[in-house]
């Protein structure tokens, strides 16, 4: 496979920010000067495709007006206990508006996956973040010109334990020769008991129809959390994070 990019160890240990650390951090810090643990959740977080801004916690506040608390319970547990989800091969769709919350959430369980397994595994690529939509458009290009980091995460897409479909969100876009494509991957996982996380702004009874059997197979074995707001808070500016001007 490609090169993967690594990053150098850091006393300030991510897993411990995160609260997945060993009992030899003091004061927030590692005494070592190196760790294989750590390098080996760097090494998985490169390896997984997933875009910069989901490398990073973002915490999340759920509107308890619209009714969002228990959805946010449940995916939290998904969370906590995804080594069990992905050994049992259970999916997950995740519908809301745009601006709700579900990529976030995505990163977060994603994260928690690559912790739980990463002592210990031996530098495999176990999980991939997949953009459905830019996928779709690479596919659409000729096979000569897709280049062998293409077909290199195609081969991970269908073997990896688990997947994030992110943009699952309209028919019209994975439909004709992408559509068999995607729904060719999506069998192949159910066979293989493979776990999925699929993300859309459909909710999942309006956008099974008209899928190719694959993908209509994925959806139906998939439990749909639905997120209702768009004032659920997101902390991303610096004032927000150190809680300056008001209650988050």
């Not at 096979?143 to 897709?146: A, N, P, V």
């Given at each position: 496979m490609a090169d993967i990019k690594r990053r150098a160890f850091t006393k300030?240990?991510?897993l411990a920010i995160?609260?997945?650390?060993?009992?030899?951090?003091?004061?927030?810090?590692?005494?070592?000067?190196?760790?294989f643990r750590q390098d080996e959740y760097f090494w998985l977080l490169e390896s997984s495709n997933l875009p910069e801004s989901l490398k990073h916690d973002i915490p999340l506040k759920p509107d308890l007006a619209a009714g969002d608390l228990e959805t946010f319970r449940k995916i939290d547990y998904i969370r906590y206990n995804i080594d069990e989800f992905v050994e049992g091969g259970f999916n997950l769709y995740l519908s809301g508006a745009s601006g709700t919350g579900?990529?976030?959430?995505?990163?977060?369980?994603?994260?928690?996956?690559?912790?739980?397994?990463?002592?210990?595994?031996?530098?495999?690529?176990?999980?991939i973040y997949l953009d459905v939509p830019k996928y779709i458009r690479q596919f659409r290009t000729s096979?000569?010109?897709?280049g062998y980091a293409f077909k290199e995460l195609r081969k991970q897409i269908i073997n990896v334990p688990l997947v994030i479909w992110d943009s699952v969100n309209s028919i019209e876009s994975i439909v004709g020769a992408a559509g068999e494509e995607l729904s060719a991957i999506a069998n192949t996982r159910l066979t293989n008991k493979y776990s999925n996380i699929i993300i859309s702004q459909e909710r999942k009874e309006n956008l099974s129809f008209g899928l190719p059997r694959?993908?209509?197979?994925?959806?139906?074995?998939?439990?749909?959390?639905?997120?209702?707001?768009?004032?659920?808070?997101?902390?991303?500016?610096?004032f927000d994070k150190n809680k300056i001007g008001g209650e988050n």
């Open positions: 300030a240990c991510p995160e609260g997945e650390c060993c009992n030899e951090i003091i004061n927030g810090e590692c005494p070592r000067n190196y760790c579900k990529t976030t959430w995505a990163g977060k369980i994603i994260r928690q996956y690559m912790m739980y397994i990463a002592y210990g595994n031996g530098y495999e690529v176990r999980c096979f000569t010109e897709q694959g993908l209509r197979a994925l959806l139906d074995s998939s439990e749909e959390l639905y997120i209702r707001s768009l004032q659920n808070k997101r902390v991303t500016s610096f």
